[in-house]
């Protein structure tokens, strides 16, 4: 049964409208459920702001109010969840404050760790070039009058990387571009094409090669038959240790090395990504260049295995059945 307020009202019958299915029954929907509309939408929204079921739910209400009992409950109600919601924020709150300190000892500890163990490296890594140096000071004084002997392994310690050089060349020199900005967000772009990659070293050194380079070093790092250039995560690893832009690629060679270099299609192609992608990109011709040696590497020797002696058969004695 529904009370006569909570009727919606029938509007007025319009000639405009049409005669067709009139009175109340005509101007509804099939359903009979959504209320009618005027022709000027905007007109009958100012008329009428408010939903007509809003209405009588509030016509409702003040026909039959809530008792005292029913008010005192549900504000009850609302104070507890309150204050369930306000507990479950307070614990999140603490255990996150709580837990913040932990993780910024715990990597505060780890960059530790890593300047320790780099710090160690670094200085063994030192001592083992004292050694080496000790080590050929020795070498060539005991091969001091050995006819040509000391020269010819200075020469193959030259071509093998193992031996420190001098000599003029050229040096190219590489650095990110700025990365793009995104034009919806005003911000840095994710990816940055012009960002230098370990491959971007690796094709420089190979066309340094080609160029007639006798010694190529990266950062002063010198490069040998046996080098790496390979990237892990964000950074470039030579030979297993990080460097850092802007990477400086030195060579020793002949007078015009830096020429041969900027001539080759790896040089023209690189000064296509310093106009597109405004990479940093020199090549600059040197004199007086002094290249590491590079770090010796793992030797590994092939040893002879010996065959198995085949053992002779026996024949079983006696005849047969």
């Known amino acids: 049964m529904t009370d006569e307020d909570d009727q919606v009202p029938a509007p007025p019958d319009d000639d405009h409208r049409g005669r067709g299915g009139g ?13 009618w509309f005027g022709g000027d939408l905007l007109a009958e929204l100012f008329a009428n702001p408010l939903e007509p079921g809003y209405a009588a739910a509030a016509r409702r209400r003040a026909r039959h109010p809530e008792s005292p009992g029913q008010r005192r409950l549900g504000v009850g109600l609302r104070v507890v969840s309150l204050a369930l919601i306000g507990f479950l924020l307070i614990t999140a ?9 932990e993780a910024g000892r715990a990597k505060a500890k780890l960059v530790e760790d890593v300047q320790e163990r780099r710090t160690e490296t670094d200085g063994l890594q030192d001592r083992a070039d004292r050694l080496r140096d000790d080590v050929a000071r020795a070498r060539d004084e005991a091969l001091a009058g050995s006819g040509g002997l000391d020269r010819r392994l200075k020469d193959l310690e030259t071509v093998t990387g193992l031996g420190k050089v001098q000599g003029d060349g050229a ?20 990816t940055n094409p012009g960002r230098v990659m370990d491959r971007d070293l690796q ?6 090669w080609s160029a ?11 490069l040998s038959a046996t080098s790496t250039i390979r990237a892990a995560g964000g950074s470039i690893l030579v030979d297993f240790r990080p460097v850092s832009a802007p990477y400086a690629v030195t060579a020793i060679g002949p007078g015009d090395l830096d020429r041969r270099f900027a001539d080759s299609a790896t040089g023209k192609r690189f000064r296509r990504y310093a106009d597109q992608y405004r990479m940093q990109f020199t090549v ?25 002696t085949p053992t002779p058969s026996t024949s079983p004695s006696g005849g047969g059945r």
């Open 23 to 35: 009175g109340a029954a005509g101007r509804r929907g099939s359903g009979g459920a959504s209320p």
């Open 203 to 208: 094709d420089i050194a190979n066309a340094l």
């Open 284 to 308: 600059k011709r040197q004199t007086g260049l002094t290249l590491p040696a590079a770090t010796e590497p793992r030797l590994r020797y092939a040893r002879t295995v010996p065959s198995a």
């Open 212 to 222: 007639g380079a006798e010694a190529v070093a990266v950062n002063g790092r010198r």
């Open 93 to 101: 709150y603490r255990q996150a404050v709580a837990a913040q300190p």
């Open 171 to 190: 040096e190219v020199t590489l650095a990110d571009g700025p990365p793009p900005v995104d034009p919806v967000t005003g911000k840095p772009a994710a």
